[in-house]
């Protein structure tokens, strides 16, 4: 989703807005909602949702009333209410979905402490609002070298000022608890602001700052993904996935999300699967379940004394023989059932040269005849007694 001035330009090459953040039909932001209620009218008598969503740096979202009625459309600057003075954002969703969004985030829109929009926003407001956006990068490198001063062990990933500029909050994560107090002090005397310090996950890092993940497109946590689920390793188990570190974590150095994403499937198909610890007893001793192939719905089994020959058995044969075995009863040997799933492999391809040599055009290369003479002139020198 992008905005009309972010098209192709005339060289191929995407023309962007430019507008850092402050795109005025909000289509080129992270985690945008699209409105799919803007061009129907409300019912006779009622009157429209009187609470809106606005964007602040990056995914923040919050949920401001529309006390006095402004005209707000997605996209506009507005100035609302904060602990102290007040904040800048942009309006990304208002009408009817803002009830849906804040009740998707178990917020209640009759509570009387809901903050206010104050105004849309002046050109005083924007430009004070920019200025601040403009020290941010500046002021997290000094702090990051004040917080190495003090031999804290905590990463500041991200720094968002306030709309008015009196406030600005750093976020950071950290392993364990740090004693930040003296980091406060000096950021307060060296920026002359009041500062907040907020500890964040490595998933909500990854969110914030944003990135390409391993499949070459732009990380779920920053476009799209809204809550974090937990991930562990059995998700990767189930699918069967090689249990390596590197190629399961994310940009966060967590799990990657996406190895929840088809685990249902996954747990659907294995329902009537027999379980990896399946023994099949045979008379040539006991075989163990090697590899499961969901998709081909096929096991892998090898005898105790045999582990490396493997035999290849569907599903309903591996069924068929433990209802066998819960009989009493032993088959005579694995092969005689991996022999029926044995298939001829099929040419998808023709050999229209043949028993030709692709180098049957090439000239034959000729032997030099003075390398002869030169080799009998050494096997002489060999067998000489002088030599």
């Known amino acids: 989703m ?25 289509g080129c932001n992270k985690l945008t909602v699209f409105d799919w209620l803007s061009n129907m009218s409300l019912p006779n008598g009622q009157k429209p949702f009187d609470c809106v969503e606005v964007r602040f740096k990056n995914s923040r979202k919050e949920f401001f009333r529309n006390a006095d009625d402004l005209p707000l459309a997605i996209g506009d600057i507005v100035a609302t209410q904060a602990k102290s003075g007040h904040d800048v954002g942009i309006v990304s969703l208002t009408g009817e979905l803002v009830k849906v969004q804040m009740k998707r985030k178990k917020v209640s829109w009759d509570d009387k402490a809901l903050p206010k929009i104050y105004r ?19 002021i997290k490198k000094r702090s990051r070298e004040i917080a190495i001063s003090l031999n804290l062990q905590m990463k500041l990933s991200d720094v968002e000022f306030q709309g008015d ?19 406060i002090k000096d950021m307060a005397r060296a920026f002359g602001i009041r ?16 990135g390409i993940g391993s499949c070459g497109r732009e990380l779920c946590c920053s476009t799209w993904l809204t809550d974090f689920r937990s991930v562990n390793t059995a998700s990767a188990r189930y699918q ?12 966060c150095g967590k799990l990657k999300c996406c190895l929840n994403y088809e685990l249902d499937m996954y747990l659907e198909a294995l329902k009537d699967f027999p379980a990896p610890d399946t023994k099949l007893q045979t008379e040539k001793g006991v075989a163990f379940c090697q590899k499961v192939d969901i998709f081909k719905e096929t096991l892998w089994f090898s005898y105790r004394n045999d582990p490396s020959n493997w035999h290849a058995l569907n599903k309903k044969q591996v069924q ?25 492999d099929r ?29 009998r002139r050494n096997k002489k020198r060999k067998t000489s007694p002088n030599a």
Not at 120 to 138: G, L, P, S, Y
Not at 320 to 344: F, R
């Open 195 to 210: 500062i907040e310090m907020r500890q964040i996950g490595y998933r909500q890092e990854a969110q914030r700052l944003g």
């Open 320 to 344: 068929e023989i433990v209802k066998l075995n819960s009989g009493g009863k032993k088959i005579a040997s694995l092969e005689e059932y991996a022999a029926d799933n044995v298939k001829e």
């Open 2 to 26: 992008a905005c009309s001035s972010c098209s192709t330009g005339k060289d191929g090459q995407p023309r962007g807005c430019r507008n850092n953040g402050t795109c005025g039909s909000d």
């Open 165 to 183: 500029g009196s406030k600005a909050t750093f976020y950071y994560t950290a392993e364990e608890r740090v004693d930040f107090r003296q980091l």
């Open 347 to 375: 040419l998808a391809f023709e050999n229209v040269v043949g028993q030709d040599s692709l180098t049957r055009f090439d000239k034959p290369k000729r032997r030099r005849k003075g390398n002869k003479k030169h080799n």
């Open 120 to 138: 849309k926003a002046t050109q005083r407001d924007i430009d004070v609002w920019q200025k601040c956006r403009n020290k941010e990068e500046e």
């Open 240 to 251: 069967q996935l090689a249990l390596n570190p590197q190629k399961l974590a994310g940009q």
